[in-house]
């Protein structure tokens, strides 16, 4: 085909790829957020209603994670992938059961997200001497890792070769194997 055509079919596949990435977070009542500014930094909380382009009101639920219905804007607002099946302007309680009921607080702390916002606070907690403790292990485990690479480079360590697991067929019943017939005495050699 001519050029211009291998170009022009070219973008179109581009721009059906955009098309078919697309958004999965959306501004929606329902939405579970991560507050990212102010004096709730860190807390969850959920969409109740959409005030404007610029803002949302939101409320935790209270109990679970403390914070209370107020309007926000959405640059403090870091959108997650979960979301609680509530209506629009839902009472409190309201909010409380489908965040139990959709296990939404199980769900955000398996996340990667909720595990490395738990890494980094407790980094951030830790003493002077836990630093130093961990500062160094890893000097150890450096130590390790170099002595180990320079034993593979000498050739005076082989690296154990890298086993991969798969799925092993259920074996089925071996039948029990014919019993063997005795042999004959050999003759003693004289």
């Keep these: 085909p001519p050029p211009c055509r291998v170009a022009c079919l070219r973008r179109s596949l581009i721009g059906r790829r955009r098309e078919a990435m697309g958004f999965t977070r959306f501004v929606e009542v329902g939405r579970v957020c991560l507050i990212n500014y102010g004096p709730d930094t860190g807390k969850l909380c959920t969409i109740i209603d959409i005030v404007d382009g610029n803002k949302a009101l939101v409320e935790g639920p209270v109990e679970l994670t403390g914070v209370t219905r107020q309007i926000i804007n959405y640059k403090r607002l870091a959108l997650t992938d979960l979301k609680a099946a509530i209506p629009k302007n839902a009472r409190q309680k309201t909010v409380k059961a489908a965040w139990e009921k959709g296990k939404i607080q199980e769900k955000w702390d398996n996340t990667a997200w ?3 916002l738990a890494a980094k606070k407790k980094r951030a907690n830790l003493t002077d001497f836990e630093r130093f403790q961990l500062m160094v292990a890893r ?7 170099t002595e180990k690479l320079k034993a593979i480079q000498d050739g005076s360590l082989v690296p154990a070769p890298r086993v991969f697991k798969t799925k092993k067929a259920p074996e089925p019943a071996a039948a029990e194997p014919p019993a063997a017939e005795p042999e004959p005495a050999a003759a003693a050699d004289y």
Excluded: F, H, M, Y
């Design 114 to 116: 909720a595990k490395k």
């Design 139 to 145: 000097k150890q485990r450096s130590a390790l890792v």
